[in-house]
């Protein structure tokens, strides 16, 4: 076993590093973490939990019960702190708040995240997905400035539109990797994103789909059933 | 036992990015396997939800890799997404010093007969099987690829142990439908298990109401209350309904089954090969 992202968690925190994402992480005079939301630092009337486990249901819905199917959305929902006992419980617990998240932040400290520009992910599509290599430039741009704006998604987009091409619509910081130097001095892990998601590679589909329905009057064919 | 503390697991499942109860099966069966030990590490990967397929290999610590898809059946997922994703070359991968192994899907399992009459058993407890129709639920599209064929293959199982009074595939959108069960049963009792992974909003909403057990609410899969209110007295018939046999908790030892499978099938799978 080469690698231990539970180490360099650890030597991430030991080094400044104090927060993920929408969450504050206090290391605990017991060895342990505490987890809480950033906007949430002082309040006394937290729910506390104490297993990683309930990480997972902490992290499926929003202030307001609604499902959270893209866990970097800025909609981290409050009222809850979460105590990890071990740095393997803290990495449990971030791995539902964040999924892979840290992980790919080992992976980019590695030299080992090559980004995957959206042409080519969209280019191994298959099934219902196979639309999207139909995808225009501008629409495309468009679509990202918008569904990956930090307003939707709190992930750094590493990937170009194309070998070619670079994001046009998304402003620098939202393509940077460096770690966010809070107020405090302290350091923040940084959301990481090296490829385009489900979540995106399905808007793509909606855009050519509207656009081609727009454009064709005549009811289009079905589309394959895969999906 | 299965035991690898050395070697890391991954369940893929097919996740969603409308509802929460399509990854929740997946989720649980990894926490269980990774409190029994079986494996040094246990992760979950999903094809619309995160973490995705092309994040998850990051993840894994360790260098020998067990990939099982928690899918009912074969077909485009198993066979076409799960490899081009995670950019297998087959069964085994080699990879930046790592071995892939890629295992059958969890519906493949010659005991999902025996954990489909359990979850029948279970919902009608004290109910004479031979008095009662036993119905498995399956998509019946070509959506799900293999997923009726291997519903009717179960149903043959079931059928041959010859415990149930009678045993039909039923379908949501193809003959014998979900929405004529009282037309092709016989027996007083009926029993429903869905043939899904998961209870999203077939198990919770769409089958219920074929079945004439559930108005169309509206109300989020999850909060409602279809698997508490059993038996339903409904067409002259008593009927109760299981929810999906993804969610049985036995489809964990499934899972550990397909790797030791594997295991048996490629007995000389070693970094060093």
């Keep these: ?227 | 036992m299965l035991h690898k503390p050395e070697s890391a697991l991954i369940i893929v499942g097919h996740g969603s990015t409308v509802n929460p109860d399509s990854s929740a099966p997946t989720f649980d069966h990894a926490e269980a396997i990774l409190r029994q030990g079986s494996f040094g590490e246990v992760h979950c990967a999903f094809w619309k939800e995160e973490p995705s397929l092309r994040q998850v290999l990051h993840m894994v610590d360790r260098e020998d890799v067990y990939i099982v898809p928690n899918f009912i059946s074969e077909g485009y997922f198993t066979r076409t997404v799960i490899p081009r994703e995670l950019e297998l070359t087959g069964p085994l991968t080699h990879r930046d010093g790592r071995l892939l192994k890629y295992c059958e899907p969890v519906g493949n399992h010659e005991r999902m007969c025996e954990l489909l009459l359990k979850r029948a058993a279970e919902v009608a407890p004290g109910v004479p099987t031979k008095d009662c129709s036993l119905l498995i639920v399956g998509h019946g599209t070509n959506l799900n690829d293999n997923s009726a064929f291997a519903a009717k293959r179960e149903v043959d199982r079931i059928r041959d142990t010859g415990l149930y009074g009678e045993v039909f595939n039923t379908y949501m959108e193809e003959a014998p439908l979900v929405n004529e069960w009282d037309s092709y049963t016989t027996c007083p009792n009926v029993v429903v298990v869905p043939f899904f992974i998961a209870d999203g909003l077939h198990s919770y909403q769409d089958i219920p109401v074929l079945l004439g057990i559930e108005q169309d609410t509206g109300l989020a899969a999850s909060q409602r209350d279809i698997f508490r209110q059993n038996p339903y007295h409904l067409r002259g018939r008593t009927l109760y309904y299981a929810s999906a046999i993804g969610t049985e908790p036995l489809f964990g030892e499934l899972i550990l089954d397909q790797a030791a499978l594997f295991d048996r099938q490629h007995s000389n799978a070693t970094l060093s090969a």
């Excluded at chain 1, 017991?30 to 809480?36: D, K």
Aim: with cysteine; aromatic share 6%.
């Design chain 1, 1 to 227: 076993m080469k690698r231990n992202l539970t180490q360099a968690l650890e030597s991430w925190i030991a080094a400044g590093f104090r927060s993920i994402g929408q969450i504050t992480i206090t290391p605990q005079s017991n060895g342990g973490y505490e987890l809480r939301h950033a906007e949430d630092l002082g309040r006394e009337d937290l729910h506390l939990h104490t297993s990683a486990d309930d990480a997972r249901g902490l992290s499926f819905f929003d202030d307001a019960n609604v499902y959270r199917p893209l866990k970097t959305a800025p909609t981290l929902r409050h009222g809850w702190r979460l105590l990890a006992g071990t740095a393997g419980e803290l990495r449990a617990a971030l791995d539902h708040f964040y999924p892979s998240m840290t992980a790919l932040w080992l992976s980019y400290l590695e030299g080992k995240l090559p980004p995957v520009p959206l042409r080519e992910t969209l280019g191994r599509q298959t099934g219902m997905y196979a639309a999207t290599k139909r995808l225009l430039d501008d629409e495309g741009q468009e679509l990202v400035g918008k569904a990956c704006a930090a307003s939707a998604c709190t992930k750094r987009m590493l990937w170009p539109f194309s070998e070619n091409q670079p994001l046009t619509q998304l402003p620098a910081e939202d393509l940077s990797c460096e770690p966010r130097v809070m107020a405090d001095g302290s350091h923040q892990i940084p959301l990481l994103c090296h490829e385009a998601c489900n979540i995106l590679v399905a808007a793509c589909r909606e855009v050519v789909k509207k656009r081609e329905r727009a454009q064709s009057p005549q009811p289009s064919a079905a589309s394959p059933a895969s999906h």
